[in-house]
């Protein structure tokens, strides 16, 4: 119950807040909007207001707002001939397009900003307790942990993190001996070091955090700082996954519910830090040139700002069709891979 509690309110603010970037716009540009709808398929319930009509549909992965002029074949009222999608200016509609993950960024921004104001900075603590462990890496292979607080290399007493790593980068591919205290006991591990590319020696551990109270204008702007830095992260791996530098790996709605459900287990401050890195996740994903998404009806206006004229309407729409029925197609098949992962996950079949 947790997780569908979780997963309603995390798809719903991301839903949400992309289609109200949408509405918004188009109302500014004085486009008429028909329809601001949350999920697809039959009407649950609906809300006429105005010219406008309200509704929450049953499935709620997606959305959309169905404004006059969108379709070329729809004939306009004489009153409303202006206000249709297809007769305002190349850069209203990019405006109203964009708008749309422009308001993902945002969220993220928002979110962000709301756990630092809750949570405060993290900076990283000056004592020598672990926060993360990196897989693969000799302190997770000797048996070191996330909570365990070093005390000793080498025979060395250490209680500052400075000289705890003083003295594993000086030693590059040599066997150690690291004392730690867990859960109020003191245990004892060998690892041999690896040697980083200059010449440092490493076991992959990293500092637990701090957390430092911070006020409202300087979350905001930690927000923001946040959202483009994980952008960035995003995209370089975007990159190197296109060219083949790191694995392709793609989670589907499955996997996103399943790790929604941890987060909201941990904590509600988690679930607000996935939420809004699945927020820039969606608000990237729309603006890439893949026909059916932003992306690609930003670059059909933009390639009618260029020629001066518009593109076929029916032949965008067929593009556009095509373009979705292979993205459900490719959501099919991920959904599935992420259904086979979680099971073997379960069954404990996983190596």
């Known amino acids: ?12 603010i991301l839903i949400l807040f992309h289609e109200f970037g949408h509405f918004v716009v188009a109302k500014m540009v004085g486009i008429k909007v028909y329809e601001f709808s949350l999920g697809f398929g039959p009407k ?17 992965l997606g959305g959309f707002v169905r404004m006059a002029g969108m379709d070329p074949n729809e004939e306009l009222p004489e009153e409303d001939q202006d206000r249709g ?19 993902n960024f945002f969220l ?16 990283a603590s000056s ?9 693969g890496y000799p302190a997770q292979i000797a048996g070191l942990a996330a909570g365990d607080r070093i005390v000793a290399v080498d025979g060395k007493a250490v209680d500052k993190w400075a000289d705890l790593v003083t003295l594993i980068n000086e030693r590059p591919e040599k066997d150690i001996s690291i004392v730690v205290l867990r859960d109020g006991s003191e245990l004892q591990f060998e690892l041999t070091t690896i040697k980083a590319e200059d010449g440092r020696g490493l076991i992959g551990i990293y500092p637990a955090e701090e957390y430092v109270k911070v006020g409202l204008l300087q979350s905001v702007s930690l927000g923001i700082e946040w959202t483009g830095r994980f952008t960035a992260v995003i995209m370089e791996f975007i990159s190197k996954m296109i060219f083949g530098q790191t694995p392709a790996e793609l989670g589907g709605p499955v996997r996103v519910v399943s790790e929604i459900g941890k987060a909201a287990q941990i904590g509600f401050v988690i679930l607000l830090k996935l939420a809004a890195i699945l927020s820039i996740n969606l608000g990237l994903f729309n603006l890439f040139p893949i026909p059916a998404l932003d992306g690609s009806r930003i ?14 309407p029916v032949k965008e729409n067929f593009i556009h069709l095509v373009g ?23 069954n404990g079949t996983g190596q």
């Open 1 to 12: 119950m947790l997780t569908f509690i979780a997963s309603v309110f995390v798809f719903g």
């Open 44 to 60: 649950l319930l609906a809300l006429p207001r105005g010219e406008t009509s309200y509704s929450l549909r049953l499935f709620p």
């Open 85 to 103: 999608f297809n007769r305002k200016t190349v850069w209203q509609r990019i405006a109203v397009i964009f708008a749309g993950p422009f308001m």
């Open 108 to 123: 993220a921004a928002l979110l962000f900003a709301v756990v630092f104001a809750s949570q405060g900075e993290p900076v």
């Open 127 to 135: 004592g020598t307790g672990i926060g993360d462990v990196n897989p």
């Open 299 to 312: 670059l059909f206006l933009i390639w009618e700002k260029i020629r001066r004229r518009p593109v076929d």
């Open 324 to 346: 979705f029925g292979l993205l459900l197609l490719l959501m099919v098949i991920i959904t599935y891979n992420d259904i086979l992962q979680i099971f073997t996950m379960d």
